[in-house]
């Protein structure tokens, strides 16, 4: 089945440590996106790429990286200098800025 | 700075109950329109959407919205909820080209059996 595949499913992280939060989609779509989920506040997008080695920043970049080798992957790793990174994270991705975003089931990432 | 409302956070119905979940936006110009569902344990997925042509749109599950673009609205109906639409719904609002969706805060449905 097409879709999008993030992993892993829980993320704990130490004080001063990078992770890095996978997502991988074989829809063949061109767009990727990162969102931040937090109760009450909706999504916030953290970064977008449109296609193939470019992306974006989105409303909260700050304390995230991302890269875009392949079309099929979009990693975003959460650096120490994020200061809050206890979240749900959500990957997507679309054909176009037209057409819906679909989404994984997102990784929980919690501090220790 | 451009956004999305969701009037209510927090919406409790019996099941048989006609729904009305509310979504303004500020964007001026062209905009493409969505609904968003999120049920318990699963993840976000589309329930409908508004690009062009008829105002009137109707999605899965019975769902429709109606865009009035003199209002800036775009708001969720069902005349008759069940149990099964106990859910989380976004509204997310793009400009034509823009691939950045701006969100709402979301509206917990709880359906009464």
């Known amino acids: 089945d097409g879709g999008i595949t993030q992993s892993p499913k829980y993320l704990f992280r130490k004080e001063g440590q990078n992770v890095t939060l996978s997502c991988e989609q074989n829809l063949n779509h061109d767009a990727m996106y990162w969102y931040r989920q937090d109760p009450g506040q909706g999504l916030r997008l953290i970064y977008y790429?449109?296609?193939?080695?470019?992306?974006q920043k989105g409303d909260i970049a700050e304390g995230y990286s991302v890269s875009r080798e392949k079309k099929e992957s979009f990693p975003l790793t959460v650096t120490s200098a994020q200061k809050n990174p206890t979240a749900f994270y959500l990957c997507?991705?679309?054909?176009?800025?037209?057409?819906?975003?679909?989404f994984g089931d997102g990784t929980r990432l919690s501090i220790l | 700075a451009q956004s999305v409302s969701q009037h209510n956070h927090h919406v409790i119905l019996s099941e048989a109950a006609s729904l009305e979940l509310g979504c303004n936006y500020s964007y001026g110009g062209t905009v493409n329109l969505f609904w968003y569902v999120q049920y318990p344990g699963q993840h976000l997925q589309l329930l409908l959407k508004y690009f062009s042509g008829d105002p009137l749109v109707k999605g899965i599950k019975g769902f429709e919205a109606e865009f009035i673009k003199s209002k800036f609205s775009f708001n969720l109906r069902k005349p008759s909820v069940q149990w099964s639409d106990t859910a989380e719904y976004f509204c997310?609002?793009?400009?034509?080209?823009?691939?950045?969706?701006?969100w709402g805060a979301g509206t917990k449905l709880i359906i009464k059996p």
């Open positions: 790429s449109q296609i193939v080695n470019d992306f």
């Open positions: 997507a991705s679309s054909s176009s800025s037209r057409q819906p975003q679909h």
């Open positions: 997310a609002v793009n400009q034509d080209s823009n691939y950045q969706l701006i």
